[in-house]
């Protein structure tokens, strides 16, 4: 057979209802494509145009794009906060009070946090993770369950300049390992299990057994979801809870270079060593704003439905399910 002919062709065209154009933020298809033509005609003026309006820089950018085939590097010389971004700035502008989470427990507990409780958890645990001797450019490993601490956890690490990277909680002791050596983090953020599918995951069980093969790592900060009986290593195990009530509830934010390393983003390693995949600041943050506004037509009365998202940094309200 010469061809390989495809029958998953789709011809069929929704048109959506007027009364969902009007309030788009893209009302019809002929406003869509003068954005699209404006994007190809000159990229760099489109971009920086949506950098302007949709984040909130420390510092302007002296370049928007050096691209040196494969790697791009945008807003060169810009500075800038995630954290801030996803939190600080919606205090000011009447979201202060407005639900950043709204999680559900898969026991059936539930919690909604406002954008100032998620603010001050941010930077108490961002405080907590300075006095473990966590600075900027380190890396933390996060291995949790779905919890709103999960995001508490990715804010305070960029509100501090420290590099996360998030390790999927059905992952074993042996996958820790090789992340954590791959990027040399020193700190790990985990809790003593967590739940799925009715089932407790002895997440602090995986932490202990991968350790000692992860010279790199000095701390562990532990939060308690499940409540079992679990062992603590003096000196190096510490309760979430108990290392966060005494710090204070604000945190000045490091401004970053716009390429400063947000995130590492690991492959599953099913076909060989995970490969990590290393996310910047700025262009991520530009990214995950300008899909959520225009691809998802979020607006400020939007409620988003999701299992696992840290993307407030357009102030919206974010359902999590853990």
């Known amino acids: 057979m010469s061809e390989i002919e495809s029958i998953l062709k789709e011809r069929r065209l ?19 494509e003068k954005i699209y033509r ?13 950098a302007t309006t949709l984040l909130q820089w420390d510092k302007p950018w002296k370049k928007v794009l050096k691209w040196d085939p494969p790697f791009a590097q945008w807003f060169l010389g810009g500075k800038l906060n995630a954290s801030v971004n996803c939190v600080d700035r919606h205090l000011a502008n009447g979201r202060r009070n407005k639900a950043a989470i709204l999680w559900e427990g898969e026991p059936g507990e539930t919690r909604t946090m ?3 409780q998620l603010h001050r ?4 645990l961002a405080n907590a ?9 380190d890396r933390v490993c996060v291995y949790m369950p779905l919890v709103p601490e999960l995001a508490v956890a990715l804010l305070a690490c960029a509100r501090i300049g420290a590099t996360h990277s998030v390790v999927f909680g059905g992952f074993s002791a042996q996958s820790l390992v090789d992340r954590i050596n791959d990027q040399k983090a020193s700190l790990v953020i985990t809790a003593d299990g967590g739940y799925r599918r009715g089932s407790i995951i002895n997440l602090k069980a995986a932490v202990d057994e991968a350790l000692p093969k992860c010279p790199t790592v000095h ?3 532990v939060y308690q979801r499940t409540k079992q009986d679990i062992p603590m290593k003096k000196g190096r195990d510490v309760w979430w809870h108990e290392i966060v009530e005494t710090q204070a509830a604000t945190c000045k934010p490091e401004s970053v270079d716009s390429e400063h390393p947000l995130f590492i983003l ?8 995970p490969k990590g995949i290393q996310h910047s600041t700025g262009g991520y943050l530009l990214g995950a ?3 959520s506004k225009y691809v998802f037509d979020l607006k400020d009365d939007d409620v988003y439905w999701c299992t696992a998202d840290v993307g407030w940094v357009t102030g919206h309200t974010y359902v999590v399910y853990g």
């Open 266 to 273: 690991y492959t599953s390693g099913s076909t060989g060593k």
């Open 114 to 116: 406002t954008y100032a």
């Open 129 to 137: 993770l300075k006095s473990r001797g966590v600075k900027k450019g």
């Open 289 to 291: 704003t300008y899909t």
């Open 219 to 221: 701390s562990v900060i």
């Open 14 to 32: 929704f048109k959506p209802r007027p009364e969902f154009s009007k309030t788009a933020h893209i009302p019809s298809f002929a406003a869509y």
């Open 121 to 124: 958890d941010v930077c108490r």
């Open 38 to 50: 404006d994007s190809v005609k000159n990229p760099e003026k489109f971009w920086a145009a949506q």
